[in-house]
């Protein structure tokens, strides 16, 4: 839920310093107005005005890392993947995010659309509706009716554009769900409620429930990534610097935590030697072997980037680089699950 404005410079230092600062302030409260006396105009999911991706319309997610031989492969993909962005409302405004903010647009654009729903262009066609968000603050005030009532309003309009997806857009093809942070929050309540139990479930080619914990028994269903080879499943983490165990996350085995340098829920530390290469600051791709990374206690562990400037970054919740970190990974993982799904 942590995307920056510039695109440029996602990773900029004083941001990042600045929203994981703000993440520790609980006593922070929402803006003017109560949901119920300031709502923004519902998305209209017939106009690709309201899709932040969508592959009728030149868009951040078709975009290649520099300096990366990637190339957007959607043109000629056989399978979807649906995005629902992390939050991007971080100031101002209300409750909710309003679709039509040019200025809030541009900034998730910039941010979640380029640095992670690129990831899946090898994959998949990505569809990733604009929706009314709940804003950061909802997660920390004491005013729990109105951020209940703000995440309620983000859920529908997402739920609506699913609806919208399947009808105009779909036809038959395999999904791919990604999500993160806030966005995550939804796709949860996506699957268990178009997926799980249901015949949409034979359609699901994976899911990635990253930023928010997942609980290993949420689903009925659909089962835990456990190896490289499954489909039909699900991965989530949450990325802290190795060593460091966040006090307000649940914790523990019962959270779902899949290595995205192994695919699998394993405990044992795996060395940099498995990691693919991650996209940082300007969008700009980085040489494989840069970090090792470890399951434990609910979390992903991750030995700290290297980057411009990073000997000043001091910050042990690497949240806001959940996807980025592991972005070639990432894209080799889903293109890989793909054609592991049509096999079986």
């Known amino acids: 839920m942590y995307s920056l404005t510039n695109i440029n410079r996602i990773f900029t230092l004083t941001l990042l310093a600045a929203l994981f600062f703000l993440q520790s302030c609980s006593s922070h409260k929402p803006m003017n107005g109560a949901v119920q006396s300031n709502i923004p105009a519902a998305p209209d999911y017939s106009n690709l005005k309201y899709w932040a991706a969508h592959p009728d319309k030149k868009d951040f997610a078709d975009s290649i890392p520099q300096g990366s031989d990637f190339k957007d492969e959607q043109s000629t993909a056989e399978v979807d993947v649906f995005f629902l962005h992390p939050t991007t409302l971080t100031k101002g405004g209300g409750w909710n995010g309003d679709v039509n903010d040019a200025a809030l647009n541009k900034k998730t654009d910039g941010s979640t659309i380029l640095y992670q729903a690129s990831i899946f262009n090898a994959a998949g066609r990505i569809f990733a509706p ?3 968000q709940a804003h950061y603050f909802s997660y920390f005030t004491k005013d729990t009716a109105s951020a209940h009532a703000a995440f309620e309003l983000a859920y529908l309009d997402l739920k609506t554009a699913f609806e919208y997806y399947l009808t ?3 036809n038959g093809r395999p999904i791919i769900i990604a999500a993160h942070s806030q966005g995550t929050q939804h796709a949860k309540r996506l699957i268990k409620e178009y997926f799980d139990g249901q015949n949409l479930v034979h359609r699901l080619v994976v899911a990635y ?4 914990p997942v609980a290993k028994d949420y689903f009925k269903n659909i089962p835990v990534c456990e190896n490289p080879q499954q489909t039909g499943c699900f991965c989530s983490w949450r990325t802290f610097k190795k060593g460091y165990e966040p006090k307000a996350f649940p914790l523990g085995d019962k959270i779902v935590v899949v290595n995205p340098l192994t695919w699998t829920t394993d405990k044992t530390f795996v060395d940099k030697s498995k990691h693919k290469g991650y996209v940082l600051l300007g969008f700009k791709a980085s040489p494989a072997n840069m970090i090792g990374t470890q399951v434990n206690n609910g979390v992903l562990w991750c030995e700290k980037p290297s980057f411009k400037g990073s000997i000043l970054y001091r910050a042990h919740n690497y949240h806001a680089a959940d996807y980025n970190l592991f972005y070639n990974n ?8 793909v054609g592991l799904f049509w096999k079986q």
């Open 130 to 132: 604009r929706y009314r």
């Open 168 to 170: 105009h857009f779909n």
């Open 209 to 212: 429930l990253v930023g928010m």
């Open 330 to 337: 990432i894209r080799e993982d889903a293109k890989r699950r």
